[in-house]
């Protein structure tokens, strides 16, 4: 994924996961949720000079307690995965989706650090009230260039709408990786995209962020 991609899903993920933190009725739309929110949260991202300088643990600490309990990671695994996920034990799973949810922490702590001037923009919902999933469309307005369509999937659970898909450019998060996880199934199993999962989220460990462009 490249970095613009992640840059703006890391926006998207923050603006949607942060809605369900605030009190609101039950019955309002996923869209409505996320539009009366978003300004607080990019403005945090904007302004917080220790994330803005790549303050690795306050941007790791926003993006835990922000985004994290609102994403649906086993179901985004189990989809990236595909069939293979069907085959593989319990804890080949929990190993997998624990390993899938570390590397989007580091990719998303990376790009949050380096948002700056973006606003983004909601589209009409196209539901029904009754839907219990929906797809809530979006674009991402930057200082130079043409606007970034940024689309995502949410679920509603017990617990209330969970993301489990970005789409950005075009291109969905689930099926980005939906090609690698198979390739590196096909060439050493599933333990073989555990291991190479873990051996890449220790590197992404050790690598700084990088503090915003003046």
């Known amino acids: 994924?490249?970095?613009?991609?992640?840059?703006?899903?890391?926006?998207?993920?923050?603006?949607a996961a942060t809605m369900a933190q605030a009190a609101v009725p039950a019955n309002e739309a996923p869209d409505a949720l996320v539009k009366r929110i978003s300004?607080?949260?990019?403005?945090?991202?904007?302004?917080?000079?220790?994330?803005?300088?790549?303050?690795?643990?306050?941007?790791?600490?926003?993006?835990?307690?922000?985004?994290?309990?609102?994403?649906?990671?086993?179901?985004?695994?189990?989809?990236?995965?595909?069939?293979f996920w069907r085959d593989a034990s319990p804890e080949q799973q929990k190993a997998l989706s624990d390993q899938f949810?570390?590397?989007?922490?580091f990719t998303y702590s990376g790009a949050l650090s380096q948002i700056k001037d973006e606003t983004i923009e909601f589209?009409?919902?196209?539901?029904d009230p009754t839907d219990t999933e929906v797809e809530v469309r979006s674009q991402v307005n930057v200082a130079r260039g043409e606007p970034i369509p940024l689309n995502y999937?949410?679920?509603?659970?017990?617990?209330?709408?969970?993301?489990?898909?970005?789409?950005?450019l075009g291109a969905w998060l689930v099926e980005t990786y939906k090609g690698t996880f198979a390739s590196e199934i096909n060439k050493g199993g599933m333990d073989g995209l555990i291991k190479a999962?873990?051996?890449?989220n220790k590197?992404?460990?050790?690598?700084?962020?990088?503090?915003?462009?003046?």
């Not at 994924?1 to 603006?15: E, P, V």
């Not at 941007?59 to 994290?68: C, P, Q, S, T």
């Not at 949810?101 to 922490?105: A, P």
């Not at 589209?123 to 539901?127: D, G």
């Open 123 to 127: 589209k009409p919902l196209r539901a």
């Open 101 to 105: 949810r570390t590397l989007l922490i």
């Open 153 to 168: 999937r949410v679920a509603k659970s017990p617990t209330g709408w969970k993301i489990y898909d970005i789409n950005v």
């Open 1 to 15: 994924m490249t970095f613009i991609k992640q840059l703006i899903a890391a926006a998207g993920l923050t603006f």
């Open 203 to 214: 590197k992404l460990a050790n690598k700084p962020l990088k503090p915003v462009a003046k």
């Open 39 to 83: 300004q607080e949260v990019i403005e945090i991202a904007k302004t917080d000079k220790a994330i803005q300088a790549g303050d690795q643990k306050k941007v790791m600490d926003l993006v835990e307690n922000k985004i994290l309990p609102y994403v649906d990671f086993q179901r985004m695994t189990a989809l990236a995965a595909g069939r």
């Open 197 to 200: 999962l873990t051996e890449k």
